[in-house]
């Protein structure tokens, strides 16, 4: 089950970081520049210039923001709110005693951690992180070759042809699809991580990364494969995970173009299950639905 955060998290958050920084939003949004996140909300200037609105702004439920980011690909929430959490000046806010026009500064703290907690996030005061561990989605007695769902319409309608394939004993035609279906999500994951525009700005460094401009067309896996273990580092806690996947999809994507393409073999049900595809597959399923947010 992804990360789900109740939209209050967000005013919380916006609240208690202005509050901290004396209502300084360019503070705010350089640290959500620091994740390549590109906020500019003009009406803050307005709001926040003056001390009536700054004041009506703190005591009033403004959901732009919190609106903004659950547009955000979920991977970048908890580091940004790490930001946040572990902030000496915003953890001294439970004995705030300032008030905006009543609302109590000191309950907004506890209150934003009982809705991270809620969502299942671990708060390790120590290591000063936040941690969520994605709970595996309930076995069901499927029948399917690959179960479960990536929860994007394209690519569970490849999925669900790869199962009827497998099914009817279109051995070439399961391989040739569980290859799509990889191809889709490297290509889906490298362009939400490394986005081609950082700041309303063109990034050519993050685009050739994926696309090859020259050719008007996405690079060919092997070499989306290549760039993304050359940046398994961007990818934080789930290098490993990231690593593992390539060492498994690579020898998969050459074998399967040789089937395709060349007078080689005729796959059966034993040799197809040697590749590991539904491990193969579920591991892709599970960093689709972590970075790409569907």
Known sequence: MALTLNKRVWVL??????????CDYGELLNLLKRFDIDYE????????????????????????FANFMELIATYKYLPLLEGIVFDECVKRTRSDKWNYYGEDIKYWYPSLLDLIKLAGVIID????????EEEEEKSTESTDFVSGQFGDNFIDYILKELNESFKSNLMLSTMFLARKILEV??????????PKLVNKKYT???HSLWYDKGRGKYHNLGNILDNMKSKASKFHEDKDII???????????????????????????????????????????????KYCNP
Not at 13 to 22: G, K, P, S, T
Not at 243 to 265: A, G, R
């Open 204 to 206: 050519k460094k993050n």
């Open 243 to 289: 690593l593992e996947f390539i060492s498994l999809v690579k020898p998969f994507k050459k074998e399967t173009n040789t089937c395709v393409h060349s007078d080689y073999m005729i796959p059966n049900e034993p040799y197809i299950k040697q590749w590991k595809i539904p491990y193969i597959v579920n591991v892709a399923r599970r960093l689709f639905r």
């Open 185 to 194: 999500v490297c290509i889906r994951i490298m362009e939400v991580v490394f």
């Open 125 to 132: 005061r120590k290591k000063k992180r936040l941690i969520f």
């Open 13 to 22: 958050a916006e609240r208690l970081f202005l509050h901290c920084h004396d």
């Open 41 to 64: 909300e003009n009406e803050y200037e307005n709001l926040l210039k003056l001390t009536g609105p700054r004041y009506t702004f703190m005591s009033e439920e403004n959901y732009a």
